[in-house]
Nanobody, 120 residues
Framework: QVQLVESGGGLVQAGGSLSLSCAAS????????MGWYRQAPGKQRELVAI???????NYANSVKGRFTISRVNAKNTMYLQMSSLKPEDTAVYYC??????????????WGQGTQVTVSA
């Protein structure tokens, strides 16, 4: 019953900024960690950033200082603010959330992915 809906992808020039959002809905008791992943053509999917329900964050070295992950727990929503974008940031970005539906059911969910393209 859980669904993750992403928005904010698009085309931006190098050096520009873009903000992504991911909203979770459905049968949710609570959300623990959430994260953003990305996958470029011909490459493995990689972790971009994660954030726990307590607000602790971790970033891939390639995006530290440029990307900021955040969440609003009351809205079950996560954000990724991307600045100083580079062509190598071009990828499909995926939202992921570890969701506790009830006492015995905890699992990871994925969004559909959104394309981010950075032109040189």
């Amino acid at each position: 019953q859980v669904q993750l809906v992403e928005s904010g992808g698009g085309l931006v020039q190098a050096g520009g900024s873009l903000s992504l959002s991911c909203a979770a809905s459905g049968s949710i008791f609570s959300i623990n960690a959430m994260g953003w992943y990305r996958q470029a053509p011909g490459k493995q999917r990689e972790l971009v950033a994660i954030i726990t329900n307590g607000g602790s964050t971790n970033y891939a070295n390639s995006v530290k200082g440029r990307f900021t992950i955040s969440r609003v727990n009351a809205k079950n929503t996560m954000y990724l603010q991307m600045s100083s974008l580079k062509p190598e940031d071009t990828a499909v970005y995926y939202c992921n959330a570890l969701i506790i539906a009830d006492r015995t059911n905890t699992r990871s969910y994925w969004g559909q992915g959104t394309q981010v393209t950075v032109s040189a």
